[in-house]
């Protein structure tokens, strides 16, 4: 009997001593995936502020924006890494800025409250060329009108033979999106028309010109009445050689269309708006991807959003 009650406490000494060790075990875990989470959260601060250095020394020194300029540098922050004496690997911060201002503004399909019509014949036009239905441009232009204080059946015309568009803006009002990453509610809007629209489009928080000094050969084509594709890419291709539109008359004088009025085009040369892409990386399974906005003034530059695990 004595040796049955000696089992039975060993085997219950046991199984409370491996319960114990199992929670152990789990806490140390818990409290290094903090620990993890912490550093590659410091790790994108530090991307972050890297990004806004870049922008306040490339806007001091120039007003033109373009693809050679300081803020298109690589961004790899290391300091986290460099600055802690430890044993074990910290985390690094790799990313890229991008011109906005490059891309076709969202915003701007949104004129007095309503959807301006050339505009969104504008979008169609753009989804067209990288080979999106022109069909998403009217779901995405009806997603961004119903975003808009007040919005709701008044006003809306565009695609009326479109059912799809036309029940979405009997919506209640949507928030407006933040990114293209926020249209993928859209009807239609996959992963793979994201990833098509991505280096051509952008939601800014006002209305903009398009900077001619980094637009893709597809925004340029839309942008400028009676462009063609081919006639922008050999514009472009000028323009990345190294010889950059100094101002409006000039991209206007080097377009060559003896038919274009003047006045009938307005692109920038420099640029307000910037996204931060990147992540904070520890190992293959520990990676924090950031996507930020920067808004900048001249010489001075501040974070407007950023986004973790874009």
Known sequence: MAVI????????TTVIVATLMQRQTTYVRAVQSQQVRAELQASVRGGLQSAS?????????????????????PIVDTRLADGTRTARPLPVFVGRIEDEQGKYNLRNLISN?????????????????????PEIADRIAQRVLISQPGSGNDGVSLAAEDADAQRAAQQAQAPFPRSIDDLRSVQGVDEAVIAKLRPHLTLLPGVTLVNANTASAEVLAVWV????????RGLIA????????????????????QDLAPNSVRVAVHSDWFTLVGAARLNPTAVMPVRALFARDGAAAHLVWSREGA
Do not use: I, K
Request: proline share 1%; net charge negative.
């Open 113 to 133: 409250g309503a959807l301006d019509t050339y505009a969104v014949d504008q979008l169609r036009r753009l989804c067209t060329m990288v080979d999106v239905a």
């Open 225 to 232: 009445p009676g462009l063609g594709l081919e006639q922008a």
């Open 238 to 257: 000028q323009r990345n050689g190294g010889q950059w539109f100094l101002n409006n008359a000039d991209f206007v004088n080097r377009l060559n269309m």
């Open 5 to 12: 009650v000696a089992l039975l406490a060993v085997a219950v």
């Open 53 to 73: 250095r870049l922008l306040r020394e490339d806007g001091a020194r120039t007003s033109q924006t373009h693809s050679d300029g300081a803020w298109a540098q």
